[in-house]
């Protein structure tokens, strides 16, 4: 089963490692004022505490259901909150 996530708004969260949430708000939005169209697609997300590792991709709103770039989240929560995010991307030889 595949999760599509599309967010309206920019996280109140730092979803960065090392923005404070000003700064990630300004990313999120040139995010999103560059690749518009942009989805993420959740696959499977496997945690313990406060750490997450979640495997997924990313892709457009015009091609549902395609992945563009396969992509691998790890994630550390502070206090029920994003503290730190790593994104890793699959690569092919």
């Given at each position: 089963?595949t999760?599509?996530?599309?967010?309206?708004?920019?996280?109140?969260?730092?979803?960065?490692?090392?923005?404070?949430?000003?700064?990630?708000?300004?990313?999120?939005?040139?995010i999103?004022?560059?690749?518009?169209?942009?989805?993420?697609?959740?696959?499977?997300?496997?945690?313990?505490?406060?750490?997450?590792?979640?495997?997924?991709?990313?892709?457009?709103?015009?091609?549902?259901?395609?992945?563009?770039?396969?992509?691998?989240?790890?994630?550390?929560l502070?206090?029920?909150?994003?503290?730190?995010?790593?994104?890793?991307?699959?690569s092919v030889?």
């Amino acid at each position: 089963m595949t999760c599509v996530i599309t967010a309206s708004k920019p996280s109140r969260t730092a979803p960065f490692a090392g923005l404070i949430p000003q700064q990630s708000g300004r990313s999120v939005t040139r995010i999103r004022a560059g690749r518009p169209g942009l989805r993420f697609h959740i696959d499977t997300i496997l945690g313990t505490d406060d750490l997450l590792s979640v495997i997924g991709g990313v892709g457009h709103e015009s091609h549902p259901g395609i992945i563009d770039t396969y992509l691998i989240w790890l994630i550390r929560l502070n206090n029920g909150q994003m503290a730190e995010m790593w994104a890793y991307q699959r690569s092919v030889p």
